[in-house]
Every structure is written in structure tokens, then in C-alpha cells.
């Protein structure tokens, strides 16, 4: 059974900390994703990463930078929070599938935070 | 970028009846085409998914139809029951050689006893 754990189920922080989530998955997959869920707005992409040390933009980058420095680990960074990056964040991994097959996403808990 | 539209936001159905919930995509090259539900509190998990070179799965009570010339997909779970009170989400990908979903708003779906 795939899992996907969230360092931190709720975090509050002041407007202009450094917030670091973590995102750990024990299945040797090779794709990692972090998400926003906002209500009414979904699941927005904020970054994604196919390979260590292998990161790609999402929809919603600003604001946010990535580390992914061993394969089963995707760290998300609020190098300055703001009171709008208040959200829900998800943590998502995938299996590297053949080429234009896109593989079955596997959530994690996910990580609330609240930046006042 | 891709842009995929989700309606309704929210939907109440009597137990036993059928749900609809319908998406569109605008990027004619997407391929793949899941369904994730997320019940209250937890984590979204894949309930179906449809890839380009059918019109139609089914699994179940719920079924997923596509339409690629309209760019429409929907998701359709009939004889509905208090569990399947969640969200729904719809995603579509982008296909070029990345993994990428691009997820619709939602539907909060409520089944009433």
C-alpha cells in the first residue's frame, strides 16, 4: 500500500517566517507534485519534480521553492510567509509510467497551515 | 495551459437516485482523464479514470463517459448511496512527456436519506 506522509498535519506561523513542509513516500516513485486546495478553487499545482534534483513550475510557483535531494523525499519552501498563502497543501506522488501515460496520484494526509 | 471547468459545484441527490457531474478541458492533446474523490477530512483518492482511445468505463456504480471532439467528460454514479457523500474532482493532463494534472474546482456531492 502506497503511502505518502506529510511532516505536519497544522502549522501556524507569522507573516514573514520560513515554512518548510516535507513529504515522504515509500514507494520508489519517481514523480513528486505539492498542491494548494483552496475552497472553490480545487487542487491548484504548485510544483512538481520527475527526478532528484529535477523541479518544474506548476500554476501557482510564486511565492514557493522546492527541494527534492533523495527520491522518496519532496520539501515544499515558504521562504517568507504571507496571510494568503494560508491554505491546505497536498503532497502527491506518482509512478513513472511509459511515455504519454500518466500514472494514478497518491495523496498524502495533507498539511494545513495558517500564517497570521 | 490547460484550463478544466468543473459544474456543478454542488449537487444534492435523494439516495438511490443517479448523479451527474461534468467537466470540460481545453487542450486537445490531453490524454488521460481521472475522477478523485475526497471524503471529509481526508486525502483525495482515484476512484476511476479514462484514457483518450475510449468513449466509456465502467466500474461498478460509477461510470465515466468521453466526449474528445466536445472535450467533455462526466461522471456518472447511480443508485447513489450516504457514502458517496464527498467532493469530486476531475483532472485532465498535460501530455508532453510530463505527468502534470490539471484538477477542476470540484463537486460537493450530497446524498440525502
Known amino acids: 500500500d502506497v503511502k505518502v506522509t506529510q511532516s505536519s498535519r497544522y502549522l501556524v506561523k507569522r507573516t514573514g517566517e520560513k515554512v518548510f513542509l516535507e513529504c515522504v513516500q515509500d514507494?520508489?516513485?519517481?514523480?513528486m507534485f505539492w498542491y494548494r486546495q483552496d475552497p472553490g478553487l480545487g487542487l491548484r499545482l504548485i510544483y512538481f519534480?520527475?527526478?532528484?534534483?529535477?523541479?518544474e513550475k506548476g500554476d501557482i510557483p510564486e511565492g514557493y521553492s522546492v527541494s527534492r535531494e533523495k527520491k522518496e523525499r519532496f520539501s515544499l519552501i515558504l521562504e517568507s510567509a504571507s496571510t494568503n498563502q494560508t491554505s491546505m497543501y497536498l503532497c502527491?506522488?506518482?509512478?513513472?509510467?511509459?511515455?504519454?501515460?500518466?500514472?494514478?496520484?497518491?495523496f498524502g494526509e495533507g498539511s494545513r497551515l495558517t500564517v497570521l | 495551459g490547460e484550463n478544466v471547468e468543473q459544474h456543478p459545484s454542488t449537487l444534492s441527490v435523494q439516495e438511490g437516485d443517479s448523479a451527474v457531474i461534468k467537466c470540460t478541458y481545453s487542450?486537445?492533446?490531453?490524454?488521460?482523464f481521472p475522477w478523485y474523490k475526497q471524503e471529509l477530512g481526508k486525502r483525495p483518492q482515484l476512484i476511476i479514470d479514462?484514457?483518450?482511445?475510449?468513449g466509456e468505463k465502467k466500474d461498478q456504480r460509477i461510470a465515466v463517459t468521453l466526449n474528445k471532439t466536445a472535450k467533455h467528460f462526466s461522471l456518472h454514479i447511480t443508485e447513489t448511496q450516504p457514502e458517496d457523500s464527498a467532493v469530486y474532482f476531475c483532472?485532465?493532463?498535460?501530455?508532453?512527456?510530463?505527468?502534470?494534472?490539471?484538477f477542476g474546482t470540484g463537486t460537493r456531492l450530497t446524498i440525502i436519506p
Open positions: 514507494m520508489d516513485h519517481e514523480n
Open positions: 483532472a485532465a493532463n498535460i501530455n508532453f512527456g510530463n505527468e502534470k494534472l490539471t
Open positions: 519534480s520527475y527526478d532528484v534534483k529535477m523541479k
Open positions: 487542450d486537445s492533446a490531453s490524454n488521460y
Open positions: 479514462i484514457r483518450s482511445n475510449v
Open positions: 502527491a506522488s506518482s509512478l513513472r509510467l511509459a511515455a504519454y501515460f500518466t500514472g494514478e496520484l497518491f
